[in-house]
């Protein structure tokens, strides 16, 4: 029995909304824990904010409509050409920032460095 094979466009799609909820996620790690103003002025965090949500919104659609029956790839949106390990290693490079982001704490207010 041969199993039905996910289309490229469809995980490539599935990765990018992952990738954009991840993205939003940070965003609320860093302005949850407050840590967010020491990248950003306070009069920056409504935008910060409408940006969070948006990625988080945008994500939520990207998977939802990557597994849609209808989905065909007529359109030229879908590029062909593009290997599932090109789109791993291209979309690799964000997972990776993006866990440890969410991992690992900042160990810049753990070390203490002696200035001269």
């Known amino acids: ?30 302005y949850v824990s407050k840590k967010i ?35 065909d790839c007529d359109c030229e949106v879908c590029d062909p050409s593009s290997s599932l390990f090109i789109i791993i290693m291209k979309s690799s490079f964000f997972i990776f920032v993006i866990i440890l982001s969410l991992v690992l704490n900042d160990f810049i207010d753990t070390v203490h460095v002696p200035f001269k």
């Open 1 to 30: 029995m041969k199993e039905k094979q996910v289309p490229i466009w469809q995980f490539n799609n599935e990765l990018q909304g992952i990738l954009l909820i991840g993205i939003s996620l940070v965003i609320f790690k860093l």
């Open 37 to 71: 103003l020491i990248i950003l002025e306070p009069e920056m965090i409504p935008f910060l904010l409408f940006a969070m949500v948006s990625l988080f919104i945008i994500g939520f659609f990207r998977l939802l409509n990557s597994d849609l029956n209808g989905a």
